[in-house]
T-cell receptor, first 116, second 112 residues
Framework: SAVISQKPSRDICQRGTSLTIQCQVDSQVTMMFWYRQQPGQSLTLIATANQGSEATYESGFVIDKFPISRPNLTFSTLTVSNMSPEDSSIYLC?????????????FGEGSRLTVL | GNSVTQMEGPVTLSEEAFLTINCTYTATGYPSLFWYVQYPGEGLQLLLKATKADDKGSNKGFEATYRKETTSFHLEKGSVQVSDSAVYFCALRGGGYNKLIFGAGTRLAVHP
């Protein structure tokens, strides 16, 4: 398994502001993923963040709105920019062990954002 | 593209009842299949997994069998407890993609 720490665990934000979420993993991992879980909904992938390359964004998500950094193999940040109430969600960091694409993902506890 | 479809919830059961939550998938190649669980106020946890056809994943009394012929991975438990109340997500990974693709989730409520 992997121990994944996210900060902040929750926050209340004002419309138009930006917030950066941090994800720290207890060991080096190649693949990190950022997911969004809107209230009462399933998880949707925002982007894949591999160290040493630009993040790859899913359809409907853009770098200007969700810039991601991946400075090393144990850390990543996701920024939610120019927030609106529609951005109120749980944002989850997840990691995969190894480089294959069939193993499970491990998830952090999530960062619950409420935008007023 | 790849996708996962799971039964609509909520599912409400009495304690000790039998549980089935249906999950079917569409994917190219041979993906791995997973059930994740989200207990109230907690993060997402892996419940069980299966990586190839006919594999059976099991954990905490829950089971699911990877059925390639019916593209299904139904979750079952013979006798549910109140503590099983949670949201259950079916998911797949592979089939040409690194990402984990989730179904819509099924909320289970178990009453004493």
């Amino acid at each position: 398994s992997a121990v994944i720490s996210q900060k902040p665990s929750r926050d209340i934000c004002q419309r138009g502001t930006s917030l950066t979420i941090q994800c720290q993993v207890d060991s080096q991992v190649t693949m990190m993923f950022w997911y969004r879980q809107q209230p009462g909904q399933s998880l949707t992938l925002i982007a894949t963040a591999n160290q040493g390359s630009e993040a790859t964004y899913e359809s409907g998500f853009v770098i200007d709105k969700f810039p991601i950094s991946r400075p090393n193999l144990t850390f990543s940040t996701l920024t939610v920019s120019n927030m609106s109430p529609e951005d109120s969600s749980i944002y989850l960091c997840s990691v995969a062990r190894g480089t294959g694409n069939t193993g499970e993902l491990f998830f952090g506890e999530g960062s619950r954002l409420t935008v007023l | 593209g790849n996708s996962v479809t799971q039964m609509e919830g909520p599912v409400t059961l009495s304690e000790e009842a039998f549980l089935t939550i249906n999950c079917t998938y569409t994917a190219t190649g041979y993906p791995s299949l997973f059930w994740y669980v989200q207990y109230p106020g907690e993060g997402l946890q892996l419940l069980l997994k299966a990586t190839k056809a006919d594999d059976k994943g099991s954990n905490k009394g829950f089971e699911a069998t990877y059925r390639k012929e019916t593209t299904s991975f139904h979750l079952e438990k013979g006798s549910v407890q109140v503590s099983d109340s949670a949201v259950y997500f079916c998911a797949l990974r592979g089939g040409g993609y690194n990402k984990l693709i989730f179904g819509a989730g099924t909320r289970l409520a178990v009453h004493p």
